[in-house]
């Protein structure tokens, strides 16, 4: 029987054809303008120019200057080291905090299937809507996380604090009740990487719950015979079986850590001064609110796509690697 | 019985003479003659798209009833209100405004954000000639931002906003000082409430960044003392000695404590909430937010709502920032001439006043001088609108030039990272922002 080699190009047609006009067509035109000087607010010129005579290159019109102007940006420096260290604590929260919820719960139950249904909630919750939801609760007069942060800890640290004080030792000083989470860089950024850990970590935990009923109940059996607790279980059986799992989350939660967007513009507004301006946010601000300068934005987001593409090549091989 | 009789008489007159009164207002505003409308509808059943943000606010939301239920029915046209929140709105405008293709034909645009599109926006003097637009109806600062300080009408006044003095009466009562009138003013008030040992911030200021609103107020002390933005010669000189004093004035709120310290990140409208909420009791802002305090669920708060123009600056200036929305018809559009009849239906003084007189959508605001003026409507919002004006008569708006959205988040940082590190020297940051500006304008040629 002759085989029809058409048919499965015209099967996967339409969805190439999506990938082509929403993907693969914006990519290369964004690569196309990083080498042009192009504003909106002016007319642009670009190298390839279709007329009359047929289709010519104008080479005088292609440069690099967008790409060496960003590495003397010191803006775009800052939004770098801001996205860096957003992403090392948005991921580091993330992945301890989704392990820790995942080893509560993952045991049978109907209270802990209900709290594994529940977890999924927060994960469903926009991103902008999630930047002004903290916004809110942050606020230092009527913002509930304000309030449990100072209830639960602060009091209670000044408490001991206030006791350790009373012993003619040195004096440590009492933390502030009245900390500007977001008027402040420190807390800024942390608290920007709480809201993305919120969203997150119970996802990571619900995937860490799929792994850890994965892993086999005897081993664990075998190092209780041994004489192990539960603590050296989980730190010298569980975390290394689990290790491949949490490479994999790791990475993925890296990418979009590195995409940082939606609650920089909806909770921080990249303040206090440029705190929080992740890389995103300033291509977004150089791009389209600012200077409108397409070609430079476009320059920026390449080099993004860079990182972005090592680490997504990092995570397939790790997947495979896992497979 | 005779005198039911009589009662009844006069109430049948009174009815019979209230109605061709009552037919003859609802006659004007559904006449095409009253707008200077061509009644012939040449463009019956043109759809037009209106980029605007915030189409539910009340002062826009009442203009869009109106639009729907009155301007369609005299012209056949249906306009089409788009609805973006205000933090997206600039870029939408942005895009929609560059894109030859665009389904948009009129475009709703802040001072500020014009400057960028003006190459794309058809020029209304020819309107303003032959529909009779009084142009001289608009404030100074409402003309300058309509036609970015040249001959070109871009835009026509459609909203606009002074800055006001946002008080509790009670609180300024209690320690026996009167409405501020300068900015110094402030601070002394600001002290004596913390002195009398009330409950209750001062003032609420707002220095976060957010879409840059922490410069409308520093506006207002850089020109009152007599500094500004550029020189002559399109050099930073908001660093030189009147700036630094300026800037330091307006840190002081926070830095003296008469403002709360949270109010380092704090918006325009966190910054209101304090007011209406209860926990400030001066705040200075646009003067649309007056019915907030007035409407505030705080009974103290509403009762002792009252307002007066924006502080100036003591033996100087009392300028501050008009802002405007103007609206203006793109030139890309298929149906332009069908837009242009929209513009003089919705900028029409009979529309502004019927907009700023609705019960239904409570709303204050009036661009027209002649609307400012008027006694009914002054009447309506408690001489409101009287107030406005005033302060209007001193208003200027800020340097229209395209980098000046550039500019704007440089500058907004700088006086953000002032509010948030209180060691930081007013100087230095300034100075280190003046570069920052310098480095835009040099870029965009200004030195050459």
Not at chain 1, 181 to 196: I, P, Q, R, T, V
Request: net charge negative; aromatic share 12%; glycine share 6%.
């Amino acid at each position: 029987m002759r085989k029809k080699r058409w048919v499965p190009w015209v099967l996967i047609g339409p969805a190439l054809l999506v990938i082509v006009l929403t993907t693969i067509y914006p990519l290369l035109a964004a690569l196309y303008y990083s080498f042009h000087k192009y504003n909106l607010r002016r007319t642009p010129q670009f190298a390839i120019q279709i007329g009359e005579g047929g289709i010519s290159i104008d080479w005088s019109l292609l440069s690099l200057e967008n790409y060496t102007r960003a590495f003397s940006d010191s803006r775009f420096i800052n939004s770098l080291e801001v996205t860096f260290w957003f992403t090392v604590l948005s991921v580091g929260l993330s992945v301890v905090i989704g392990l820790f919820i995942a080893v509560i719960v993952q045991k049978g139950g109907w209270l802990h299937t209900l709290t594994k249904v529940l977890l999924i909630f927060p994960f469903a919750v926009s991103p902008a809507l999630k930047g002004y939801s903290w916004r809110f609760m942050l606020n230092e007069n009527y913002g509930v996380y304000d309030l449990l942060i100072d209830s639960l800890l602060v009091r209670p640290l000044n408490a001991l604090l206030s006791l350790f004080n009373a012993l003619p030792l040195v004096e440590i000083p009492l933390i502030s009740e009245s900390i500007v989470w977001l008027g402040d860089k420190f807390w800024a950024l942390f608290m920007l990487a709480m809201s993305e850990t919120w969203g997150w970590a119970p996802l990571i935990a619900l995937m860490f719950v799929g792994a850890l009923g994965s892993i086999d109940e005897q081993i664990f059996e075998a190092a209780r015979i041994d004489g192990a607790n539960r603590v050296q279980i989980f730190f010298r059986v569980t975390l290394p079986l689990l290790r491949p799992v949490i490479l994999i989350v790791t990475m993925l939660k890296t990418i979009f850590s590195l995409k940082m967007f939606d609650q920089v513009v909806t909770m921080t507004g990249g303040g206090p001064v440029r705190a929080t301006q992740t890389i995103n946010y300033y291509i977004h601000q150089m791009g389209f609110v600012r200077s409108l300068d397409i070609g430079y934005a476009s320059a920026m987001s390449y080099i993004l796509v860079i990182v972005l593409t090592i680490c997504a090549a990092l995570y397939v091989a790790l997947v495979l690697n896992r497979d | 019985m005779r005198l039911t009789r009589t009662i009844l008489m006069l109430l049948a007159l009174a009815l019979f003479l209230a109605l061709p009164v009552g037919g003859a207002l609802a006659q004007d505003v559904m006449d095409p003659a009253t707008f200077g409308l061509d009644a012939s509808k040449p463009y019956d059943g043109t759809q037009l798209k209106f980029l605007i943000c915030c189409s539910t606010a009340a002062q826009f939301a009442s203009a869009a009833a109106k639009g729907d239920a009155e301007f369609t029915e005299m012209t056949g046209i249906s306009v089409s209100w788009g609805d973006l929140p205000f933090g997206s709105f600039q870029e939408q405008l942005y895009l929609e405004a560059t894109n030859p293709n665009t389904e948009f034909d009129i475009v709703a645009f802040v001072d500020a954000w014009g400057t960028n599109i003006y190459d794309f926006l058809h020029p209304l003097n020819d309107l303003v000639a032959d529909a009779g637009i009084d142009w001289d109806d608009y404030g100074p600062a409402y003309q300058q931002a309509s036609t970015g300080n040249s001959d070109t009408i871009y835009g026509l006044p459609f909203r606009g906003h002074p800055l006001l003095l946002h008080y509790r009466a009670d609180v300024l009562e209690a320690v026996g000082m009167e409405p501020p009138q300068t900015w110094q003013d402030v601070s002394a008030i600001s002290q004596a409430i913390v002195d009398s040992g009330m409950d209750i911030a001062p003032t609420a200021m707002y220095y976060g960044l957010n879409v840059d609103q922490n410069l409308f107020n520093w506006y207002s002390h850089l020109w009152g003392a007599g500094a500004d933005i550029f020189d002559e010669n399109w050099e930073p000189a908001f660093n030189n000695e009147i700036g630094v004093a300026a800037t330091e004035q307006y840190l002081s709120y926070v830095r003296d404590g008469h403002s709360p310290a949270a109010s380092v990140a704090w918006n325009e409208q966190e910054a209101n909430q304090e007011l209406v909420q209860g926990r400030a009791a001066m705040f200075v802002g646009w003067w649309w937010m007056a019915s907030r305090m007035s409407t505030s669920d705080v009974a103290e708060v509403a009762d002792n709502a009252a307002f007066a123009p924006a502080p100036g600056w003591e033996g100087g200036d009392t300028t501050s920032y008009g802002y405007l929305w103007a609206v203006g018809v793109l030139d890309q559009s298929d149906d332009r001439d069908a837009a242009l009849e929209y513009l003089k239906w919705l900028t029409h003084p009979v529309t502004e006043r019927r907009i700023v007189l609705d019960e239904e959508f409570v709303n204050n605001v009036a661009v027209r001088l002649s609307i400012l003026a008027d006694a009914e409507v002054n009447e309506y919002h408690n001489g409101l609108l009287e107030v406005a004006s005033a302060v209007l008569a001193n208003a200027r708006t800020i340097p229209l030039i395209p980098e000046y959205t550039e500019i704007v988040p440089y500058l907004a940082e700088m006086i953000n990272e002032l509010a948030t590190d209180a060691g930081a020297d007013v100087r230095e940051v300034l100075d280190r922002g003046a570069e920052d500006v310098r480095f835009v304008m040099e870029a965009a040629g200004y030195y050459d």
